[in-house]
C-alpha cells in the first residue's frame, strides 16, 4: 500500500496524553528517544486523546493539545515520512480492540493497578469506568500494531506487563493472534525530576507551574523557573552534587542539553556556586529550546501542512490495525461482514 508500510523494520510505539504542557521530562524521558531511534524501527507515535478523557477535559483546550503536541513530535524531530504520527481517536480500531480486550482482562489485574488507585485519589469525584479500564485501552493501542518495542518509564511498566499478559491469555484461547511487545527501558539519567518537589518525578500535569519545564516556556520563564529550581543548603558544586536530589538533577539536565556525562558536567563546575551554574544551565535551556521553538511555530502556522500529516499517519494507522481486527473478529467467532 504504502512505501513506509512495506518497510520491515521492528515497530517501536509510544503515546502521550494531550494533558498539561509537554515537559522537558518527556523529551529527555521520550521524544528524544523516538527520534534517535527512528531509522532502526517504524514508529508510531500517538496523542491519545481517548485515554486523556478518563479525567474531565474542556473541548477547546484539548482539540488545541492535540495539535499543538502533534506539532511538538515533529518540531523534536520526528521524521512524518518514515513514522506514523496520529491522533488516536482518528482509528477507530482502538476503540473497537479495547472493547474485545476488556473482556480478556480480569477485575483482580485492573484493581492491581498502581496508577487507577492514584488517579482515583486525585480525581475522586469521577472515578470512572473509563479510568479503571484504561489499561485495556492501552493494551489495545500496543497489541493493534503488532508492536515489538515499548519504551516505558517505570509509571507504565505495569500496563505493559497486563498488556503482554492479555496478548498471551488470548494467543493461548485460540491461536497466535498478537505480537507480545518486549518494555524499552531508557537508560538510566533520563528520569527528570520536579524543579520544587524534588523528589517528585517531573510531570507537564502537574498544577504548579515552576515545578516543570515546558517546551514552549519562553526564555524569561525558563531562566525564573531555574533561577527558583529547590536546592540543598551547600552553595558550592561539589562531587557529591550529584547525588543530591536538587542540584543533582539540575546537574543532570546540563548533562542532557549538552550531551555531556554528568560527572563531565561535575569537573566543569566543581568549586563554583550554585547560582553561577545555574545562570549557565539556563543558558543552556534557552539555547536548546529556541530552535524546536521556531520549528514548532513554523508547524502551528501552517495548518494545512499539519492536517495532511495527521491524515497519512491516520490512514496508514488504520490500515495496519484493520488487518489485526479482522483477525481478532475471526478468532472470537464473530461473522464477517458481508457473509452468512
Ligand atoms: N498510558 C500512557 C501514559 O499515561 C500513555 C499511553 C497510552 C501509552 N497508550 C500507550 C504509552 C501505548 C505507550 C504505549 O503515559
Known sequence: MNEVL?????????????SGHLALGNYVGAMRN????????LGIFMVVDMHAI??????????????????????????????????QSHVPQHAELAWVLNCYTYLGELNRMTQFKDKSKRHDDNI?????????????????????????GADQKQHLELTRDIANRFNNTYSPTFKVPEPFIPKA??????????????????????????????????????????????REITAESLTQPGIGNLLSIFAVLNELQPTEVVSRFEGQQYSGFKGELA?????F???????????????????????EGAKRARYMASKTMSKVYRKIGFVPVGRS
Not at 283 to 287: H, P
Not at 289 to 308: A, C, H, N, V
Open 54 to 87: 478518563t479525567v474531565r477535559q474542556k473541548p477547546a483546550d484539548l482539540r488545541n493539545r492535540c495539535l499543538s503536541f502533534a506539532a511538538q513530535y515533529l518540531a523534536a524531530g520526528v521524521n512524518p515520512d518514515d513514522n506514523v504520527i496520529f491522533i
Open 6 to 18: 512495506k518497510d520491515k523494520k521492528p515497530i517501536l510505539l509510544s503515546g502521550i496524553q494531550p
Open 283 to 287: 543558558d543552556s535551556l534557552v539555547a
Open 289 to 311: 529550546l529556541e530552535p524546536f521553538q521556531d520549528r514548532y511555530d513554523k508547524i502551528m502556522g501552517d495548518k494545512s501542512y499539519l492536517t495532511s500529516v495527521l491524515d
Open 34 to 41: 523516538w527520534v534517535q531511534m527512528q531509522h532502526d524501527y
Open 189 to 234: 539519567g533520563a528520569r527528570i525530576m520536579s524543579l520544587q518537589d524534588i523528589d517528585k518525578k517531573m510531570s507537564k500535569s502537574d498544577k504548579n507551574e515552576n515545578n516543570y519545564i515546558s517546551l514552549l516556556d519562553p526564555p524569561d520563564v525558563l531562566r525564573r523557573k531555574i533561577k527558583r529550581a529547590v536546592t540543598d543548603s551547600a
Open 128 to 152: 470512572n469506568a473509563g479510568l479503571y479500564s484504561y489499561p485495556a485501552l492501552m493494551a489495545a493501542d500496543i497489541l493493534l500494531y503488532q508492536t515489538d518495542l515499548v519504551p516505558v
